[in-house]
């Protein structure tokens, strides 16, 4: 059971846009920035959003936004280098813990 | 630009410890004096999603765990070598993963792991 709740799937057409959500609680995302991990095939995360702040080289396709205790991950303009696994994460206060959501897998059809 | 580079053995014993290096190149383990750092361990078991182990301050001062795995882990750095490192004690079947560092570091808005490192499968069979 993750502290961090996730869709287990979203699919999209090349083109389209999709929303993963990312639901926490007070002592997690209502404190605290969220960033979103892509990972290919298993292989090292890379950060593709923090808080609503757009890392060096991620295409600006990618943005966020935030309601409570709940922060969406917007992909516009599906790619098929989109398809991916992402993960949310942040620090929660009460466990004294980074915590992730379960993931999302992006499949691009 | 930072690498880190995990390595130990890829197969591991029931009830053994498990045992990790984390190996950081292009940068020093202990910061500078306008940045800190603190370093993680992160497993994914095949087909799973990521879950924190712990971490541990640049200086090796202070340490967080997971509190489910709070009990058999521990972490220390050595600075002379510019390594972290990783001991996860009484391992089982539940402990076969991929085992990530990460560098955790401050960029506006707060801090985020910024570096990974390529992982490296442990499994646990005798």
């Known amino acids: 059971q993750s502290a961090l709740t996730q869709e287990a799937s979203v699919s999209g057409t090349v083109g389209q846009r999709v929303t993963l959500s990312c639901i926490g609680n007070?002592?997690?995302?209502?404190?605290?920035?969220v960033a979103w991990y892509q990972q290919i095939s298993h292989g090292a995360p890379k950060t593709v959003m923090f808080?609503?702040s757009l890392p060096s080289g991620i295409p600006d396709r990618y943005s966020a936004s935030k309601s409570g205790t709940t922060v969406s991950l917007i992909i516009s303009g599906l790619k098929p280098e989109d398809e991916a696994d992402y993960y949310c994460?942040?620090?929660?206060?009460?466990?004294?813990?980074?915590?992730f959501g379960g993931g999302t897998k992006v499949t691009v059809l | 630009q930072v690498q880190l580079q995990e390595s130990g053995p890829g197969l591991v014993k029931p009830s053994e410890t498990l045992s990790l290096n984390c190996i950081v190149s292009?940068?020093?383990?202990?910061?500078?004096?306008?940045?800190?750092?603190?370093w993680n361990w992160i497993r994914q078991p095949a087909g799973k999603g990521l879950e924190w182990i712990g971490r541990?301050?640049?200086?090796?001062?202070?340490?967080n765990y997971n509190p489910s795995l709070k009990s058999r882990v521990t972490l220390s750095v050595d600075t002379a070598r510019n390594l972290f490192s990783l001991k996860l004690t009484s391992v089982t079947a539940a402990d076969t993963a991929a085992y990530f560092c990460?560098?955790?570091?401050?960029?506006?808005?707060?801090?985020?792991?910024?570096?990974w490192g390529q992982g490296k499968l442990v499994v646990v069979s005798s």
């Open positions: 994460s942040t620090w929660d206060y009460s466990l004294g813990a980074w915590v």
């Open positions: 541990i301050y640049m200086s090796g001062g202070s340490t």
């Open positions: 292009g940068g020093s383990i202990s910061g500078d004096s306008s940045t800190t750092y603190y």
């Open positions: 007070s002592n997690n995302i209502g404190s605290y920035a």
């Open positions: 808080g609503n």
């Open positions: 990460a560098r955790e570091a401050f960029s506006l808005p707060g801090y985020s792991f910024d570096s």
